[in-house]
């Protein structure tokens, strides 16, 4: 009956999950580890809803991650705010981003509008390497963590509860979204932007207004992501990260919502314990080899994106709902 009751009203179930989440650190499990997790989920999440419910692949969504990380690095430690407006500052800026990057980028459809969003974004990798304020090379490093409302944020455990919170916003939102009347009209620019026009909307500003939202949700991430490790490094704006966040979304399930949320467990989780299940292969095998998989993470996660592309075309998640329409036709089929 409960999982009668979680199809009717999925929230439900996102419920269950966020409440499950919640629980990881009592049973043991390492924050920093999961909240990484969570950062780089909400970053999935928010690209999702770009190329996923709207149409427009982006290669360059690192650019807002990083603005956003360098944004609130420096608000943080340079000027010295609390941790809200630190957090706020990032988001803001990265939506600015998005506005400036999302006019230029939106007059094009395709390949081209993916190829303009990849060249702005490394303009902007180049600037942040060069910029006094970011620390080129070195990053901003040492990036105080603060308080939120009185609540000391250099504890593990309060900082993990404020970032899960961070995530279930971000992900309300782009539930929210997703199931409103401007979702609606997203969705119809993905599947017939033709049809969507001859029925009268400005398809031009729905995309960019999905840009800017995207970008600001993904700033968010980055945001959060800098006050959980405490600094923002190149690492954030390259266009590798671009490329990471597009995986981790067909590994989980392009179009869905829990599927970013998957693929960014997996990728996170591979990049993080390679190295461990590398020496756990040397062990059992023999073979020598496989004690330098740490150092082969590129190798193996597009290992899992060949395996993925050829075997999971919906991803994890997406198969896993095709599999259970499957069944419950069949079901449907024995009881008619």
């Not at 266009?239 to 067909?250: A, F, P, Y």
């Not at 590994?251 to 990728?267: D, K, R």
Request: aromatic share 12%.
């Amino acid at each position: 009956m409960s999982s009668a009751a979680s199809s009717r009203n999925p929230l439900l179930g996102y419920g269950a999950l966020f409440l499950a989440i919640a629980m990881l650190p009592l049973l043991g499990f390492y924050p920093i580890f999961i909240m990484k997790v969570l950062c780089y989920a909400l970053f999935a999440c928010a690209f999702n809803l770009l190329v996923g419910f709207t149409g427009l692949l982006s290669f360059g969504h690192a650019a807002f991650l990083g603005t956003a990380a360098y944004g609130a690095g420096y608000a943080l430690k340079i000027w010295g705010l609390p941790a809200p407006l630190g957090i706020l500052f990032g988001t803001g800026a990265a939506a600015v981003m998005g506005l400036l990057i999302g006019l230029l980028a939106i007059r094009r459809t395709g390949i081209y509008f993916s190829m303009i969003t990849l060249a702005l974004s490394q303009m902007l990798f180049f600037f942040f390497l060069q910029a006094p304020f970011t620390g080129g090379e070195d990053g901003l490093q040492s990036v105080p963590r603060g308080s939120f409302f009185g609540f000391d944020l250099g504890r593990d455990l309060t900082l993990y509860y404020l970032v899960l919170a961070i995530f279930i916003g971000g992900f309300w939102m782009i539930y929210r979204t997703v199931n409103s009347p401007f979702g609606q009209v997203l969705t119809s620019i993905r599947e017939n932007e033709a049809r969507a026009t001859s029925l009268g909307y400005d398809v031009d500003r729905f995309k960019l207004l999905a840009f800017v939202l995207s970008a600001a949700l993904a700033g968010l991430a980055g945001a959060t992501k800098t006050l959980v490790l405490g600094f923002a490094t190149l690492t954030d704006a390259v266009w590798t990260t671009s490329g990471l966040v597009i995986l981790m979304t067909l590994v989980g399930g392009m179009g869905t919502l829990l599927g970013p949320m998957v693929g960014a467990l997996i990728i996170i989780s591979l990049e993080n314990k390679i190295g461990d299940l590398g020496k756990a292969l040397a062990d059992m095998t023999g073979v020598a080899w496989f004690n330098g998989l740490g150092e082969s993470v590129s190798l193996v996660t597009g290992l899992i994106f060949i395996v993925c592309v050829l075997a999971f075309r919906r991803g994890v998640v997406g198969e896993a709902i095709a599999l259970r329409d499957r069944l419950l036709q069949r079901s449907t089929d024995k009881q008619s």
